[in-house]
């Protein structure tokens, strides 16, 4: 007769114990704006303002994205052949719930490494961040003008000490079907 209080109590706390238990989170509405970024791209451009370091010429590349675990981040990886010779790449999106704004982190094979905050007005992505530029400090701006559900313009750009903004490289991506 003493179990029987035993298991009633059991019987009664296990429930408690399933509702007390937190529920994982679930991505929000802004997160999915990131989906357009899914699946396989093939880009091509030019880098139009060379240096030393970087030269100008053509480039083209692959990169293929898809959800990190739990939906929240969409990881990027890519690889390319341009001016400077073939290179791997990563990329991380994000959408900081708290911050509210969506951010960027990215990786190279030839030693870069840049984050910033990206911002979505109508159909074209904006990506900032500040760095330098022979020695100077410089913005930069990468803007992406999703032309269709399969292809977007792509335009990266640079301020030098507070000057005119100039375009660095342009090109196009295609999703690969």
Same mark, same amino acid.
């Given at each position: ?38 699946? &396989? ?8 303002? $060379? ?6 010429? /053509? *480039?083209?590349?692959? #990169? ?56 979505? &007005? ?8 500040? $760095? ?6 410089? /913005? *930069?701006?990468?803007? #992406? ?33």
């Amino acid at each position: 007769m003493k179990r029987l209080p035993v298991i009633v109590v059991l019987l009664l706390a296990v429930p408690c114990l399933a509702f007390g238990q937190a529920q994982p989170p679930k991505p929000g509405p802004e997160v999915q704006k990131l989906a357009y970024y899914l699946g &396989t791209w093939k880009s091509e451009g030019e880098v139009k303002v $060379g240096s030393p370091s970087h030269p100008a010429g /053509k *480039f083209s590349g692959t #990169e293929s994205c898809e959800w990190f675990a739990g939906g929240f981040h969409l990881v990027c990886r890519g690889e390319g052949t341009g001016p400077r010779g073939k290179s791997t790449s990563m990329g991380i999106l994000a959408y900081d719930t708290e911050a509210k704004v969506y951010t960027y982190y990215g990786i190279s094979s030839l030693g870069e490494a840049d984050s910033g905050k990206m911002t979505l &007005t109508g159909n074209t992505w904006t990506s900032t961040f500040e $760095g330098k530029m022979a020695d100077k400090p410089a /913005k *930069f701006r990468f803007s #992406e003008v999703q032309e269709s559900p399969t292809s977007y313009t792509f335009k990266f750009e640079s301020s030098v000490a507070g000057g005119p903004w100039t375009v660095i490289e342009e090109g196009k991506a295609t999703k690969v079907k």
